[in-house]
């Protein structure tokens, strides 16, 4: 009875793997603080995305990490460098069974770990960074992703990319817009996960954690520049956030359940002091009652197999 009525389901389909590839790993590689996630390498990578086609998921989102960084992330444009190549082998195992989705974004690229390229200062320079997006989005659409996910920040990304993308005859490959992004402590562990260089935070271009109405305007600006998606990011600590935006929003709401939030459930969980697979359920279930259409995380797979036991 409590199946019958219940308000609110999550569904394989709603739920979206982030996956990461390392270029030159000849094994998968674990990431320490997020017990359970690996760096692929390109085989397991595609057994990954194979396995999600299997469960139903409803996509996958690439990130990749180069042998390779320097100043301006040059080996995000390169159609060999590890993320386009990851994306077109992905591609070439799932066709159009899942969507594939990538990060558009240099910090993974970057030998200083920031987002965007930087300027004589040290200060991230948005519109020299959104040039490189947009390049590095048409590179993307090329590759094969079906939908970009541009996760910088910077101010007017989501209509140079979508311009980009029109003019290079991609008029149907879509985006989900990070619209908003919150400098955040709980990424602490992706940043092992892409073995990133930065020191110093993000402050100039995410969102700082108390500010709701901006959240807001950013999702407007995204909105008029043409995303097809809007996202918040991270989940459990702004759903009230994704409460506001799932109630004004015209597009489907993502919402991403970061590797902090990962992290703090698996510690507890192999501590004995919470219920893993309860706090899990929980935890998606509470980001889904808020709004969210669709959940990035990394328990995508795993939890797409219980299903079944929803109440
Ligand atoms: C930036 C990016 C980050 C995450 C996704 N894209 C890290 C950051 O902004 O510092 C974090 C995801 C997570 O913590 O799980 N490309």
Known sequence: MRRLTAETRIGAADLILPAFIREGLTEPNPIVSMPGVLQHTTDSLRRAAAEAVELGLGGIMLFGIPEVRDAVGSASLDPDGVLNKAIRDVRAEVGDDLVIMSDVCLDEFTDHGHCGVLDAEGYVDNDRTVEIYAKMAVAQADAGAHMLGPSGMMDGQIA???????????????????????????????????????KGDRRTYQMDAGNRTEALREVELDLAEGADVVMVKPAMSYLDILADVAAMSPVPVAAYQISGEYAMIEAAAANGWIDRKAAIMESVLGIRRAGADMVLTYWAAELAGWLKDVR
Request: a neutral charge; hydrophobic letters at 45%; glycine letters at 6%.
């Open 160 to 198: 140079a990319i979508r311009t980009a993308l029109d003019a290079a005859g991609h008029t149907n490959t879509s985006v989900v817009a990070y619209s908003a992004k919150y400098a955040s402590a709980f990424y602490g562990p992706f940043r092992e996960a892409v073995d990133s260089q930065l």
